[in-house]
């Protein structure tokens, strides 16, 4: 179930930005799920730094372009998640450590289900 924050006019919500040090939350996947969909896939360090040296264009066309693994489609993404739920495959400990400082910072008591919204999100 996904969790959203209704829409209230009267209040105004805050927004704490989160940055990532990878340039995407794609890079956070296990290399070794990536592995399995084309083997030989890299170290996410050897395609940052690649990807740095080429001048950080699009990120996952360039991980398409040097892997041969497209991570462009959200459907792809949602089933190399599911793999890991199914294979306890852990996302890399930087993420875990920002998931845990947004849900440490989060208003538990303002968030409803997303069928409560005001604005209802489609997936």
């Known amino acids: 179930m996904r969790l959203v924050i209704p829409f209230h006019p009267v209040l105004t919500p805050t927004l704490t930005p989160f940055g990532l040090k990878r340039p995407d939350i794609t890079a956070y996947l296990p290399e070794s799920l ?18 740095e040296r080429q001048g950080r ?14 991570l462009r489609e959200n459907r792809t993404v949602r089933r190399l998640v599911e793999i890991m739920r199914e294979c306890n495959l852990e996302p890399h400990p930087e993420l ?15 968030l409803v ?11």
Request: net charge negative; charged share 30%.
């Open 34 to 51: 990536l592995g399995e969909e084309q083997s030989g896939f890299p170290q996410w360090q050897v395609v940052i730094r690649e990807w």
């Open 57 to 70: 264009p699009s990120f996952k066309e360039f991980v398409l372009s040097l892997t041969e693994v497209d």
């Open 96 to 110: 875990r450590l920002r998931v845990s400082e947004i849900v440490a910072l989060a208003d538990v008591q303002r």
């Open 113 to 123: 289900p997303a069928e409560q919204a005001a604005f209802p999100t489609d997936d």
